[in-house]
T-cell receptor
Framework: NAGVTQTPKFQVLKTGQSMTLQCAQD?????MYWYRQDPGMGLRLIYY???????DKGEVPNGYNVSRLNKREFSLRLESAAPSQTSVYFC??????????????FGDGTRLSIL | AQKITQTQPGMFVQEKEAVTLDCTYD???????LFWYKQPSSGEMIFLIY??????QNATEGRYSLNFQKARKSANLVISASQLGDSAMYFC?????????FGAGTTVTVRA
C-alpha cells in the first residue's frame, strides 16, 4: 500500500536551476498539498489543491508553481531555485476538504539543497 | 501571528511513564480541527490523533489521548506508558481554510 509517493528523495541544485518535484497518491483523495519544513520548524503550506484542475496559494507560495495533473498527481515546480528554498518538501493528501476531520497523509519528503 | 504555539522545545521522559505535550492555538473560526503528528528521526510524518472543535469528548487513540480545553484554547497530547520508540518530534497542527498550520514541535526523548 504505497499511500503518498514523492520523487526524488534527495536533490542538489545550483542557484537559478529549475526543478519539478513529483507527488502521487493512490488513496483516491480529492485534496492534495505541498508543504516545506525548515530546520527546527513546523511545516508551512506552499500550495493546496482541492480537486483536479484547481489550485490555491498557501502561506509561502512565492517562487513556486504547482500543477494538479489529475486526481492522483500534484507536482511542485521551482522555476529559478534560490538558496532560501533549501528545505524538506512534503506532499500530502486527504479525503474531504475544508471542514473534513480526515487526517492528511504525508509522503516521505524530498530533501532539497540549493547551492 | 503564530496560530499554534508549542512552548516545550524538548522533553525527557522515563520509559513507562506518561508525558504531556502542550499546545495552544488561536482562531476565531468556531469550526476547526486539531491534529497531532509524530516525526521520527527518519523524517516521515505520522498521524496520531484528531480533535474537532465540536467534539464533546476528548479524543483517545491507544496510548495517545488529547486533553482538549476549548475555553483555554489548548489541546495537549498525553502519551501514556512511554516506549523507547516514542522518541521523536511531535507537532500540533490546526486545520483552517485550506491546509494545516503547524506548531514548531516538541522533541521527546524517552530514557530507558
Amino acid at each position: 500500500n504505497a499511500g503518498v509517493t514523492q520523487t526524488p528523495k534527495f536533490q542538489v541544485l545550483k542557484t537559478g536551476q529549475s526543478m519539478t518535484l513529483q507527488c502521487a497518491q493512490d488513496m483516491n483523495h480529492n485534496s492534495m498539498y505541498w508543504y516545506r519544513q525548515d530546520p527546527g520548524m513546523g511545516l508551512r503550506l506552499i500550495y493546496y489543491s482541492a480537486s483536479e484542475g484547481t489550485t490555491d496559494k498557501g502561506e509561502v507560495p512565492n517562487g513556486y508553481n504547482v500543477s494538479r495533473l489529475n486526481k492522483r498527481e500534484f507536482s511542485l515546480r521551482l522555476e529559478s531555485a534560490a538558496p532560501s528554498q533549501t528545505s524538506v518538501y512534503f506532499c500530502a493528501s486527504s479525503e474531504g476538504g475544508r471542514t473534513s476531520n480526515q487526517p492528511q497523509h504525508f509522503g516521505d519528503g524530498t530533501r532539497l539543497s540549493i547551492l | 501571528a503564530q496560530k499554534i504555539t508549542q512552548t516545550q522545545p524538548g522533553m525527557f521522559v522515563q520509559e513507562k511513564e506518561a508525558v504531556t505535550l502542550d499546545c495552544t492555538y488561536d482562531t476565531s473560526d468556531p469550526s476547526y480541527g486539531l491534529f497531532w503528528y509524530k516525526q521520527p528521526s527518519s523524517g516521515e510524518m505520522i498521524f496520531l490523533i484528531y480533535q474537532g472543535s465540536y467534539d464533546q469528548q476528548n479524543a483517545t487513540e491507544g496510548r495517545y489521548s488529547l486533553n482538549f480545553q476549548k475555553a483555554r484554547k489548548s489541546a495537549n497530547l498525553v502519551i501514556s506508558a512511554s516506549q523507547l520508540g516514542d522518541s521523536a518530534m511531535y507537532f500540533c497542527a490546526m486545520r483552517e481554510g485550506r491546509g494545516l498550520s503547524f506548531g514548531a514541535g516538541t522533541t521527546v526523548t524517552v530514557r530507558a
